[in-house]
Structures are given as structure tokens and as C-alpha cells.
């Protein structure tokens, strides 16, 4: 098989965002905040747990373990929009039944499952590690589009708000998103290339339901919202 200079390909594989976290790459074109930006959503009495002064919910931190919370912290965040909910319900839902590990999603209206491999991967797999690591790719003709997902939620697509809604609910830890660009290959990939592509075009999302979030009951911790 020949190595290609592609994003997620053998060579130049993905490198994850960790969960909890925002790794995006600075000219990243949905780059901004992390859970920090939602801490003044929490409620007083629990702004002095593990993790205060951070810059995340440091749900490993937390003692109490309540499995399939992930709905009920959702539906208690008074500070999530209509789109996010609803967004977030239909991810859970597809993480639980037909992605597991998460997966490859699309914003832009000129790619698809069929095309998206011409842009990134290898022979239709995006590789988000070295091979000789265990499952280190996803299956790019099983990627998933928005405008398919507003469509079955009966909802009109917009790609920005789309990309709004999917971002807010990274930054409130309920999943975990790593933009398709070349600011988030593997570093090691990156120095087998002596000039890196310029090009800010991301090609789509890697989405993961962030684990703890489906352990961890926070549905207390909101501040009620304050009417306008």
C-alpha cells in the first residue's frame, strides 16, 4: 500500500482530542473554549469539589457512580439550546447502538460517505493512529452527515449552527470532537514531511461520546437559568 499525503491517512494519521479537554488547533474554524467557559453555569455549592480552578469537570474526581446518566445531564442543563438537546440525545442514541467508538461526521454539503475518501484517509479508512497500534481507523464510507441527522430530526440544516451546537456540546464535556484538518495530525507524523499543507479546510468531525458523562450524575450542578 502506498502512503499518500493525506490527513488521517497510514502516514499522517488523526491524533484525538482527549476527553475532557479542547485541543483544537489555532486556526481551527470551530476553536473556542473549553468547560471553563460554562464554570459560572454551575451551582455555588459546587464550585468547591475537585474540580474548581480547572479548566474542565474533573468528573474522575467525583465519588458518586451513576451509570446511563448521560440523558438525565442533558435534559437538566437549562443552559443547552433546543438544537444541542436534541443533537445530543440523537448522538447518544448512535453511540449506543451503531457507533460505539464514535466516528466520522460532516458538515459541508459538498462531501459524503462516498466522496470524503478523494479528500482524507487511506482506501476509505481514516486512521487516527499508526497501524501497527489495535483498531486505529475509522470506516469513512460509514461516515455520518448533519443534513442527514437535522433531516430525520425534522429540523431545517444549517452548517454554522450545526457546528455552533456540536461545539458547545464538546465544551460541556458531553462528547468529545476532533476537527478532520491538518493542525491535528499525529506529531511524529508531522515531522516526516518537511512542508506541512497550509490548507485550513476541515473536512469533518470525529465525534465521541465522552465516557464519563454516561457515569457521573451532574444533573444538581446547574444554576437555574436566568430569564432574559
Known amino acids: 500500500m502506498t502512503d499518500v499525503i493525506a490527513i488521517g491517512s497510514e502516514a499522517f494519521p488523526l491524533k484525538l482530542?482527549?476527553?475532557g479537554g479542547s485541543e483544537y488547533s489555532?486556526?481551527?474554524?470551530?476553536?473556542?473554549g473549553d468547560f471553563s467557559t460554562h464554570r459560572a453555569n454551575l451551582n455555588e455549592k459546587h464550585m468547591k469539589l475537585p474540580h474548581?480552578?480547572?479548566?474542565?469537570?474533573?468528573?474522575?474526581?467525583?465519588?458518586?457512580?451513576?451509570?446511563l446518566s448521560f440523558v438525565t445531564n442533558v435534559i437538566s442543563n437549562p443552559h443547552l439550546s433546543v438544537l444541542e438537546i436534541k443533537l445530543a440525545l440523537y448522538l447518544y442514541d448512535l453511540f449506543q447502538f451503531e457507533m460505539p467508538e464514535g466516528g466520522v461526521f460532516l458538515l459541508d454539503k459538498g462531501l459524503n460517505a462516498d466522496n470524503?475518501?478523494?479528500?482524507?484517509?487511506?482506501?476509505?479508512?481514516?486512521?487516527?493512529?499508526?497501524?501497527s497500534e489495535s483498531q486505529p481507523m475509522f470506516d469513512l464510507?460509514?461516515?455520518?452527515?448533519?443534513?442527514?441527522?437535522?433531516?430525520?430530526?425534522?429540523l431545517e440544516y444549517s452548517e454554522a449552527e450545526v457546528r455552533h451546537a456540536?461545539?458547545?456540546?464538546?465544551?460541556?464535556?458531553?462528547?468529545?470532537?476532533?476537527?478532520i484538518g491538518w493542525g491535528n495530525i499525529q506529531a511524529r507524523a508531522a515531522r516526516n514531511i518537511t512542508n506541512l499543507p497550509k490548507e485550513n479546510r476541515i473536512y469533518g468531525l470525529v465525534i465521541q461520546l465522552y465516557p464519563m458523562m454516561d457515569e457521573?450524575?451532574?444533573?444538581?450542578y446547574w444554576k437555574p437559568k436566568e430569564r432574559d
Open 216 to 220: 457521573k450524575d451532574i444533573s444538581s
Open 52 to 67: 474548581e480552578k480547572g479548566t474542565f469537570l474533573n468528573f474522575y474526581k467525583l465519588k458518586q457512580d451513576e451509570p
Open 116 to 131: 470524503v475518501g478523494k479528500f482524507v484517509g487511506t482506501d476509505d479508512f481514516l486512521y487516527h493512529s499508526f497501524p
Open 26 to 32: 489555532k486556526n481551527s474554524l470551530i476553536n473556542s
Open 17 to 19: 482530542t482527549a476527553h
Open 141 to 154: 464510507g460509514e461516515a455520518v452527515h448533519f443534513q442527514n441527522v437535522m433531516k430525520a430530526l425534522h
Open 166 to 179: 456540536v461545539l458547545n456540546l464538546h465544551n460541556f464535556s458531553y462528547i468529545t470532537v476532533t476537527e
